[in-house]
């Protein structure tokens, strides 16, 4: 056992490679004959226990990722006192369309009958959902695309919840500030994305964008995530997504009892990959990085505004 060991040298608690079988079988092999869970129970008089990888690790530097989240925070609580809008923007996992398996569990007299085989070619398509929390209003809009997870796809999912709710709600707001991880659509280094909302927010509503992005491998904090997506996820739970109409009734009857509601879009625009921004394209955008780490933080004003 000891070169099988691994132990936590705060706690003291220690874990083992070895199943109880292999343990079981070395034992025998020297004439101590034990069951599995006579082991198990002596694993546990040990101080062994059964683990699970934990994802703690984090990238990048600690010293900007620390700066960043503070930034953010001040931004947060500026944008909230003047009334402004704040909106925190993500992709959802991808879902196959058709009567497929979906984890979870739902209350039934009979169990649902599913296809035993995930195939793609089977399904009806792909749902790209795009989510826009408005975090001072907890209200939710998810644009469900068929085509692809693009930057022209969720600014068009970001235009779309701003000229049906964002912009009745707010009437008066000149400023938007939005959060956004650092990769996938949305990322910072992302030109299409800039480009897009440059066109199709500032431009098109006059009105100026602020974007903060969280760091690399922090995802998770981005309020989107565990604010909408998972109450998304647990009340399709065990059902299976076997038509749009159905995840869109799903998303729709979201609810929660802190006040979260969600409405829901289909998107059945064409969203191309591979699209190429060249540094020229770039040059035309109103666009000013902040002092505060640039590549992550910066403000898009309107055209006209700049003129």
Request: hydrophobic fraction near 35%; aromatic fraction near 8%; charge should be positive.
């Amino acid at each position: 056992m000891v070169h099988d060991t691994a132990g936590d040298p705060m706690t003291g608690l220690r874990w083992t490679h070895k199943t109880t079988e292999k343990i079981r079988r070395q034992l025998c092999s020297i004439g101590i004959r034990v069951s599995r869970s006579t082991i198990a129970r002596l694993l546990k008089q040990l101080g062994y226990s059964l683990r699970v990888n934990h994802k703690q690790i984090a990238r990048g530097n600690p010293e900007h990722r620390d700066r960043q989240f503070q930034y953010m925070k001040r931004l947060r609580t500026s944008f909230a006192q003047s009334g402004l809008p704040i909106v925190s923007v993500d992709t959802k996992k991808k879902e196959l369309v058709g009567l497929f398996k979906n984890p979870g569990a739902a209350w039934s007299k009979e169990p649902t009958k599913v296809s035993d085989h995930d195939f793609r070619s089977d399904g009806k398509g792909m749902a790209v959902p795009y989510g826009v929390l408005d975090l001072g209003a907890n209200r939710g809009h998810v644009s469900v695309g068929v085509s692809h997870d693009t930057p022209e796809f969720a600014v068009h999912a970001l235009a779309t919840w701003w000229a049906r709710a964002g912009s009745r709600r707010y009437p008066h707001a000149d400023h938007l500030l939005i959060l956004a991880d650092n990769g996938g659509s949305n990322g910072s280094r992302a030109r299409a994305w800039k480009i897009e909302l440059q066109t199709r927010v500032c431009d098109r509503f006059s009105i100026a964008v602020t974007v903060c992005h969280f760091p690399p491998g922090t995802s998770k904090w981005n309020p989107i995530e565990h604010r909408l997506f998972s109450e998304i996820s647990k009340n399709w739970a065990g059902h299976p997504l076997d038509s749009y109409e159905t995840i869109l009734n799903h998303i729709c009857s979201t609810k929660t009892t802190t006040g979260l509601r969600v409405k829901a879009t289909l998107d059945r625009g064409d969203y191309p990959i591979g699209r190429k921004i060249t540094a020229a394209d770039m040059e035309v955008l109103h666009l000013k990085p902040h002092h505060t780490l640039p590549d992550w933080n910066y403000t898009l004003t309107p055209a006209t505004a700049s003129a």
